[in-house]
Structures are given as C-alpha cells and as structure tokens.
C-alpha cells in the first residue's frame, strides 16, 4: 500500500476521532429519540428544530465520510490485526451499514412536505432508527471498561433500554390517535380521555409536553401491566396495537427483571438466613419511625411467630380440593349469616366461603380510611370494630360498633367511591377479606345471586348510597349478565332444545326478558312451530301477548309461518291476535305474493278493507299487479271494489291502468254484485231506490297534468302551476284545452318528461305529466 494513501487513513484509537465518536453519540441519543417523536406528534417540523434537524444531518454525512477512512481490528489466524487499507476499509463499510446510514441523512422532512404531505413518505423517516445501534455499541464498550463498574453500566443500560422502548411506545400510541379522521378524535384513547375536569377531545391543539407526558404515562401504565383504568384503548386498532405491545412488554420485562436479578444475586456478598425480627429492630432503629408504628409492626410479628398462631400459609402444600373443603367447613356458616348474602343461593355461599382470606388486626388499629378506594371487601368474623364517619373539618359525625356478621367496605368495593368512613379496631379483631376479581368471577356462574345481593344493598336507607348502587358498575354488570341470558335463552328457543330452556330458566333465567328486538323465547319457538317449547313456556306463565318492536306478537308469528298446532295452543292460553297497522301488513303480504299468509291472517277474522298510509286496500295491491288468485281470495274475504284511495281511484281503475282483461272482468262481476248488495240494504233501510251503474259502465277516462314550460326548462323560479285534464280523443283537442287554461300564446305540441313529442293520445299514461310548448321552444 503506498504511502500516500496511508497517510489520508485514520487510526481507530485516535484522540480526535474518539472525541468526534463522542460527539456523534451525543447526535445518535438525540435522533434515537426525536424520530418516533418526529413521527407521531410531527406532521413536519417546526422551523428550529428542522434547523436543528439539517444540521445534525450534515454531521452524520461528514461522519459517513470519515468513516470510509477510519481503519478497524480484524479476526486473523486467531489473532486481532489493524486494517488500515483504504479499499478494504471502504469495501466493509459499503459491505455492512452504509446504505441505511446514507438514507438515514436525507431530509425526509422535507421530502415529505414535497410530496403534499403524503403519509407514506414519512415511514421512511423510521430508517434513522438505526443510529440506536451506536448507542448499543457504546453501552457494549463501556462494559468492558474495568474503570466503569458493570453493576452501573448493566443498570444504565437496562434503564435506557427501558427508557428508549416506553418513549418509543408513547409516540406510537399518539400516531395511532392522529392517524383517523378528526371526525373520529373522540373515538381514540387520548380523544376520549378525561381526567377530572380535563377533557382532552381537542387534543391536538393541546400543549405538546401535555400530550407526551399523558402518551408517556399510558406507555409506561400499559407495560407495567398497572391497568388502572384512566386511559384504555377504545378502538380495535388500538386494541390490537395494546396486545401486541403488551405481548412484548412480557418479554421486555423478563429479560429487564432477569437481568437485574442476575446483577443483585451475583453482587450479593451474603446469602445467609437472617432472623425476621432483627431486621425489622435494625430498620426501626435507623429510620427513627414513630413508637406507635414500631408497636404495631412487632406486635404483628410476635403474632406470626406465637406458638399459638397458626396461619393459612401451612395449607399451601396440600391440595386445592383439599384445601376448598376446608374453607366450606370453616367459613360456609358464617358467610350465610352476613346479612348482605341473606337468600343467596347455597352454591354461591360456597364460593364465597372457598375465596375469603384471614386478616388480623389489633386494638386501635387503622383497618381503612376515609377517602380510601379500596377492592376488598371485609366481614368481622370475631371481635369489635368502629366505623367512624367526620365531616370536611375532622369533627367525628357519627360512630358505628360493627360486631360479628357485620360488613365494610361497600361503597368502595362496589361503587368505586372514596370510602365514606373510617374503620377502626376496638379490640383484637379477626376479619375475612374477599377481594373484587374473586367476586366478579364467581358472578359469572352465579350472577343471579349477584341482583340478591344488590337488592339486599337497596335496603339501606341512605339515599345517597342507593343512588350510587344503581349507578354504580356493579348493577351495569347484573343486567348486562341478565341480558346475556335472555339472548341465550333465545337461542336455545331457536335450536329446539326444550331441555336447555328449562335449565337455564332452573337457574333463574327471566323468559319473559327479551332481547335487542324486544323478541320473547315464546316469539322464537313460535315462529320456529316448536310445540313442546312453546307449551312449556306458556306453562311458566310467560306474558303472551307480548309484542316486539316491530308490533309482532308470539301468535302473529305462529300464523305467519303456518304453524296451526302452536297457534291453537297459544289461544287456548287466551292469545288474543292483533296487528300493528293491519292495512299495510296486508298490502305488503299482497305485494309479497304471501298467499298462504294472507289466507291463514283473513282466516282469523282480519279485515280485508284495511288500509294503508295511502288509503290503498290490498284489494288495490293486488289489482295494480295483476295479481287475480289474491284478489279472488280478497273478494271471498269481503274486500269493497268501490273502496276508493288518496287519489280517488278504486281496484277497477288499478286494473283498467294495469290492463288485466281477467282481473277487469272480475272486478267489474264483483262491482256490479257489491252496487245491488249495498241498494238492496239501502233500500231495506232508508225505502230509498238507488239507480246503480251496470257492469257495461263507461270504463273510467285517463287524466294528465299539463304544465306550462319546458321539461329542460331548469328555471324553478319561472315554472308556473299546472292544469289537470282528462284526456281528450285527440292530440289537437287535448292542445286547445290546455291553451285555454295555461293562457300560452302560439302553443302547438305537448312533450313527455322526457322531451319527446306526443302525437297519439294512447299513448299518454294515466297521471302522467305532459308540457305545453310552442315550437319555437321545442326547437
């Protein structure tokens, strides 16, 4: 290798060079940790920090150029050599990082602000990501400087480690937030996000180290797995991203705790068993704590060890069948005597008894405090407590002696409110504590047990307590479990299996509790023709005119699906059948073709002149569609040919406008039929004659609208009211009488909606809307 080309290298162990490394370390935390940053709560940045940005940019591209000359150690017949080629040093590092090191210096910023913003652009600023790996590279060298001690380094390490993944995770989550529409801000975890009365639905004009903390906070909650509640994921991208972030964190934190273990075992210079006591007097005795404290914490030692003590921690070994009948034996009595369990089921108590764990206290012990929000609910099972409840200026309002049988802790527990009092030991006490998880998965099986227990709750006289029940998470989770049911019921209704049904009503179930659709068990099995069920159900008394929300009713159901045998037994219970707006459901079953249905609901008495919101009868239906077995059923049932609708027109012109010869001739029988029935009672009544039209009665005449201007015309404001005529024998009669009317000058043809000139009057439509023009403007 010349010379020349040597002296251009640089030594790996330069002074110089060190510094500079330094110097780009310090640029590598800062890019590590302003890119996700720059990523999720940047849309391009601000005019100082892109300043800011270019220039450490420029840096890292001087420092992509030093690199090329920069020599490094090498691996060769086990034995560590110095390159110092320029070609091979520059072939290594072309070979290994320099590609994303060159991507990693462009402006993507700026890029991205050329492209107008477009969002793909900015992922690829994520490649500057791998300046972290200098930062992994320092941490490396700094743990085999002896100088440094490992217990630090190690701890430093894994403190940025930590540090680095939960920054980078609160960024995230804040580009999960700011990637959907703003419309939909509300429905993201910082968007919906409220602390006391803070709202954060405008988040994004929000102070920037405000949204970061409050991303930072949720980051951090979420790894530590804290779940306190105040921020949660609300959208299933969020959710997902939660689940994958959780999933990591578990192992995030098992090399983190790993790590940290290994360092204190292999630091510790003792591994020696220490007497418990003699800790506690050696702490005591340094941090100068108060007397009553230090009572307090030897007396509950002294406690554990007495002779006498027994505690539950000896039954660890044995196993959990073993160790559940010794809670029943011990605890079953007693729980069924709290007075907040009284009726609940035996197999709820037992749960009960199997899930509570013993706590002691002693005399003038602080059992909970007032403001407290506690899990756990407590029972006095030996001894005598005090629940002591003060006003705002610490004055005692009011004492409470709880004795054996007794509770605490309920408004807390399920109200999640700030305890309202305050407990105290009088004397030594033994109390059985049951924590909310255990409860919360017993009323999952027994959750009927669980509106026993809040009825018993309402029993309270204070108002202020029930309010708080009823509002409270606890009643939202009884009627969402009821509900539950309901719809469980229901689908065992629907399968068929009369056997599931009365299990699940065995357990409380409500068949008369509906579902979404406001259907009942009883509107399932009657719709599906099942006999068993539905006389089961009618046996428990279930309420059998029932209607959901679309007014059907468990009979209704029966006879729409033709199932005679469920019908007949539902009203022999005294189903009575009725039909919300009986003349549209007729019209619709008409314009359905439905009919069996329609012969099964007029077999049940239903008027066949019922109308609909048009005055429409199915009568009418069915001749405007030609229907002609409809219509002869109609008209056995009684249906009126004269009936008219909105617009004046009977079944006869519906089927003179559709042009059925057969439904015509029909009609016009049952016309002539219905006009000597309805004289012959006119007649009968009054002693009037009434002169009635023959079936060979002039078919009624087409009527048309005619209006004055063109049917291009887009000028509303100009458009004049219109004529109705009836429709002459002739284009030129029909003409002259709209002149007459519509006062248009010069007027000489008519046109269709469509622009096209009429010159034959058959072939205009009853109703259809014509315009008078002059030729000039139909040209």
């Avoid at 073993?322 to 037992?350: D, P």
């Avoid at 008894?353 to 609910?377: H, N, S």
């Avoid at 002696?401 to 009092?421: D, E, I, R, W």
């Avoid at 006119?682 to 078919?699: C, K, N, R, V």
Wanted: charged letters at 20%; a negative charge; glycine letters at 6%.
């Amino acid at each position: 290798m010349h010379a020349s080309c040597r002296k251009f290298v640089i030594h790996p162990h330069n002074r110089w060079y060190l510094a500079w490394k330094h110097f780009i370390l310090i640029w590598a935390v800062y890019s590590s940790f302003l890119t996700p940053m720059e990523f999720g709560f940047f849309r391009g940045l601000p005019q100082k920090i892109f300043l800011l940005d270019m220039a450490g940019q420029l840096f890292f591209l001087l420092d992509i150029l030093l690199r090329f000359l920069v020599g490094y150690h090498e691996v060769q017949s086990n034995s560590l050599s110095l390159v110092l080629d320029p070609h091979k040093i520059a072939l290594r590092y072309l070979k290994s990082c320099f590609l994303p090191d060159f991507l990693s210096c462009l402006p993507w910023d700026y890029f991205y602000k050329l492209s107008s913003n477009n969002e793909l652009v900015r992922y690829l600023l994520l490649i500057r990501l791998c300046r972290a790996f200098r930062v992994t590279q320092f941490f490396d060298t700094l743990e085999k400087n002896t100088r440094v001690s490992y217990l630090f380094s190690r701890i430093l390490k894994l403190f940025v480690v930590e540090l680095y993944c939960t920054h980078t995770a609160a960024c995230l989550f804040y580009y999960l937030a700011t990637t959907v529409p703003p419309s939909q801000h509300s429905y993201t975890w910082i968007g919906s996000l409220k602390m006391g009365d803070y709202t954060y639905s405008d988040f994004t004009h929000i102070d920037l180290w405000k949204r970061y903390v409050t991303s930072l906070y949720f980051a951090i909650v979420t790894m530590a797995t804290l779940g306190y509640g105040d921020i949660h994921a609300v959208n299933v991208r969020e959710m997902i991203f939660v689940m994958i972030y959780v999933s990591f964190d578990m192992i995030l934190g098992a090399y983190l705790l790993g790590n940290i273990t290994a360092l204190i075992v292999k630091g510790s210079k003792t591994e020696r068993f220490r007497d418990q006591m003699s800790h506690i007097v050696n702490y005591i005795n340094k941090n100068n704590l108060d007397k009553q404290i230090c009572h307090h914490i030897k007396d509950h030692l002294r406690l554990k060890y007495h002779p006498s003590y027994t505690g539950s921690s000896v039954l660890q070994d044995i196993p959990t069948t073993i160790r559940t009948k010794i809670s029943i034996s011990l605890y079953e009595q007693f729980i069924q005597k709290v007075s907040l369990f009284k009726g609940c089921s035996s197999g709820f108590i037992k749960q009960i008894a199997t899930k509570v764990q013993e706590e002691f206290f002693l005399p003038g012990e602080l059992v909970m405090e007032q403001g407290d929000v506690v899990d756990q609910l407590y029972f006095v099972y030996h001894g005598e407590l005090h629940e002591i409840r003060k006003e705002d200026d610490d004055t005692e309002e009011n004492t409470i002696t709880l004795h054996t049988y007794s509770s605490f802790g309920q408004v807390s527990f399920f109200c999640n409110k700030p305890q309202t009092s305050m407990v105290e030991a009088h004397e030594f006490c033994k109390v059985l504590r049951l924590d909310k998880k255990s409860f919360t998965e017993i009323l999952k099986i027994y959750f009927l047990d669980g509106r026993i227990v809040l009825n018993n709750l309402l029993e309270v006289k204070d108002l202020s307590l029930q309010r708080k029940l009823l509002e409270s998470d606890f009643n939202l989770t009884i009627g969402n479990m009821e509900t539950e049911l309901a719809i469980r019921m229901n689908f065992a209704a629907h399968d068929g299996h009369l056997d599931l049904v009365k299990r699940l009503i065995g357990f409380g179930a409500d068949p008369n509790k509906t579902d979404y659709d406001g259907r009942t068990p009883l509107h399932i099995s009657a719709s599906k023709g099942y006999v068993d069920i539905s006389s089961y159900l009618v046996e428990q008394g279930v309420n059998i005119n029932c209607a959901d929300k679309f007014g059907t009713t468990p009979l209704l159901e029966a006879i729409k699906n033709g199932h005679e045998e469920v019908a007949s037994i539902l009203v022999n219970a005294g189903a009575i059948f009725t039909i919300d707006d009986v003349g549209n459901f007729l019209c619709m079953t008409v314009a359905k073709k439905e009919l069996d249905l329609l012969k099964r609901v007029l077999g049940c008495g239903v008027n066949p002149n019922a109308k609909n919101y048009d005055q429409r009868t199915p009568l009418h239906i069915a001749a405007s569609e030609g229907l002609f077995t409809m219509a002869e059923v109609l008209l056995e049932a009684g249906a009126s040919v004269l009936s008219k609708d909105r617009w004046g027109n009977t079944p006869l012109h519906e089927a003179h406008t559709g042009g059925d010869r057969n439904m015509i001739k029909m009609l016009e029988v049952a016309k002539a039929s219905q006009l000597v029935e309805l004289s012959n009672n006119i007649h009968e009544t009054q002693g009037i004659y009434l002169m009635f039209a023959t079936p060979t009665d002039e078919i009624p005449k087409k009527r048309c609208i005619v209006f004055p201007f063109h049917p291009w015309d887009d000028q509303k404001a100009d458009r004049k009211e219109g004529v109705v005529l009836t429709v002459p024998q002739s284009i030129e009669e029909l003409i002259k009488e709209a002149t007459k009317h519509l006062e248009i000058p010069n007027a000489s043809c008519i046109l269709s909606e469509q622009c096209g000139k009429i010159v034959y009057v058959g072939t205009i439509n009853n109703d259809e809307k014509l315009f008078l023009v002059s030729e000039a403007q139909n040209e």
